[in-house]
């Protein structure tokens, strides 16, 4: 890397840092200053603020977090009948924040709240019937409360009224019905129901964070050498090594999306899922040809025996089996394979073509071939 770009990246990276602490900041200074515009208005006896200000020192926004003074103005705003407040106060009773956790006393806040059509009381309510806190469970009683809540478009109540139908819990078991509910629920940015409709992947647990962490840094660690004696890559052998991480890391970063972002349809869900994976072949394959090219052969042959065999296993799962035909999984082996075989036939059949025109078998022209001893 040449002194330039050195000190361009180093440059780059400060204001990057300083960037990010100036607008942390001044985000701070933002909310400081709503925090004491609210308190003035709450103190003045404005409900709205009563509960807005009890809302920042729980969550510790502009403030200090402090669930007593979050249940002092909660319960100011509760005890004028504010139904924003009552489902507050109640929440820190469940939770047992500034306040010795009391089921009964949650419920009684709770149930005050949805007498009055607040949704989220309501939902909080049906969750205490489900659960049995504080009231005996009663899964018809749950299902009432979650379609109060989920008639005025409270998405998490459409999530949970979909659970109830597709599991049968207060109601006769009806797979068309929650998958109703879960869409209107997905519609609204509900992160289980888009889960549940198979439009987003599952949470990024640290265990599953570890693995792709370890092929970001390989990736970084082989793109890294490749570019060491610069941006010029003058062989096919240094072109490859480049191309390779950078393969890696796309395949990283459609996993990160497939945990981060959405998805509109299940059908793109299968198309992206192909895709990722047919890159990810594509780039296990360029591995065995730089670093193991004598493999390619075997390899190639025995991922033929395998794709066929798995191929041949599904269809007949698919004719055979009364359960759901797979087709997430369909789609991501068949993009693995047909990306692996492609590309080490690909490979094979360039070393071949180079091998009989050269008759000194010389194949420096391949795309992805190891160096000779030499190194040149």
């Given at each position: ?11 780059t ?29 709450a103190?003045?006896?404005?409900v709205?603020a009563q ?14 977090q ?10 100011k ?6 139904a ?14 500034g ?8 419920d ?31 899964n ?24 109830m ?19 209107k ?13 198979g439009?987003k992947?599952p ?30 890559l ?59 090219p ?42 693995m ?6 590309a ?32 040149e």
């Amino acid at each position: 890397m040449t002194p330039f770009w050195k000190i361009a990246a180093s440059v780059t990276c400060v204001a990057v840092i300083c960037g990010t602490v100036v607008t942390w900041l001044a985000h701070e200074r933002k909310l400081a200053e709503a925090a004491r515009i609210c308190r003035t208005s709450a103190e003045q006896g404005d409900v709205k603020a009563q509960v807005q200000l009890g809302l920042l020192y729980h969550q510790g926004k502009g403030l200090p977090q402090d669930y007593a003074e979050a249940l002092r103005w909660y319960r100011k705003a509760a005890d004028r009948d504010d139904a924003s407040g009552q489902n507050g106060l109640g929440y820190l009773y469940f939770k047992g924040q500034g306040v010795p956790q009391d089921f009964a006393e949650a419920d009684r806040w709770y149930q005050k709240a949805a007498d009055q059509g607040y949704a989220k009381a309501q939902f909080n309510l049906g969750d205490m019937y489900y659960s049995g806190f504080g009231v005996p469970q009663d899964n018809a009683e749950a299902i009432r409360w979650y379609r109060e809540a989920a008639d005025q478009g409270y998405a998490r109540a459409q999530y949970d009224l979909g659970r109830m139908y597709y599991y049968g819990y207060g109601v006769p078991q009806d797979r068309t019905e929650a998958d109703r509910w879960d869409r209107k629920a997905a519609n609204q940015g509900d992160e289980y129901a888009q889960r549940a409709l198979g439009l987003k992947g599952p949470a990024l647990s640290t265990w599953s964070a570890i693995g792709p962490s370890v092929v970001t840094f390989g990736c970084l660690l082989l793109l890294m050498g490749s570019l060491s004696h610069g941006w010029r890559l003058r062989t096919p052998h240094q072109r490859a090594l480049a191309i390779a991480p950078l393969l890696g890391l796309t395949v990283e970063g459609l996993s990160l999306y497939w945990v981060f972002g959405v998805f509109p349809s299940v059908s793109t869900v299968y198309a992206f899922f192909f895709t990722k994976n047919l890159l990810a072949g594509i780039f296990v394959a360029m591995l065995i040809s730089l670093f193991v090219p004598r493999a390619a052969k075997i390899a190639l042959a025995v991922l033929g025996i395998l794709f066929a065999c798995l191929s041949l296993l599904l269809l007949l799962a698919l004719y055979h089996s009364k359960r759901p035909f797979p087709i997430r999984a369909f789609c991501s082996l068949n993009g693995m394979f047909i990306g692996l075989l492609i590309a080490l036939a690909f490979y094979l059949w360039r070393t071949h073509k180079r091998t009989r025109e050269e008759p000194n078998g010389i194949c420096d022209a391949v795309a992805f071939e190891i160096p000779d001893e030499s190194g040149e």
